[in-house]
């Protein structure tokens, strides 16, 4: 069984740090991917970093995992709300997903409030800034522990 944990970052996540600060913080994409890794570390795992603007580029990422990854962090950013396809993806990857958003998007705009990758999440974390990818990670090292 591997342990690798895939984190795959949606649309427009690779401008975190300038990118509306008072929405999503000041923390780079960067800063997530080294915070992810110092996580992996203290929890004997491997992680898969990625980010995409691209559906297509999303949706093989996911079904390439399956099978070889022990499970899946996925913030479908502004694809959240758009993507049945990503949907799709999600529910052949068929291993356990944790949905991060670092916005609290339930009290955001109401065209943000649907998630179609929630249909296939086995937990969602959201507001809680890029400390919500360090709660997953956790969490699926956890499950992947068994
Ligand atoms: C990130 C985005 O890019 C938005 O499209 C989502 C999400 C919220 C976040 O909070 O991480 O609506």
Redesign the pocket.
């Known amino acids: 069984m591997t342990d690798t944990i895939l984190i795959i970052n ?4 690779d401008m975190l740090g300038t990118r509306q600060p008072e929405v ?1 913080g000041h923390d780079t994409l960067a800063d997530v991917e080294a915070l992810c890794q110092r996580t992996a570390e203290d929890e004997g795992v491997a992680i898969d970093f990625r980010q995409s603007d691209s559906e297509t580029e999303i949706m093989s990422w996911i079904k390439q995992g399956r099978g070889v990854t022990a499970g899946l962090i996925l ?1 479908p ?2 694809f ?1 709300s758009t993507s049945i396809a990503i949907l799709d993806a999600l529910l052949i990857y068929d291993l356990p997903i944790i949905e ?4 609290p ?1 339930f009290r ?1 705009d109401e065209f ?1 409030q649907l998630s179609y990758p929630s249909k296939a999440a086995s937990a969602k974390i ?1 507001g809680c800034g890029i400390r919500g990818y360090e709660f997953a990670l956790r969490k699926l090292a956890e499950w992947a522990r068994g």
């Open positions: 949606g649309p427009n996540l999503y913030n950013a502004g959240t991060v958003h670092i916005s998007l955001r943000r959201e």
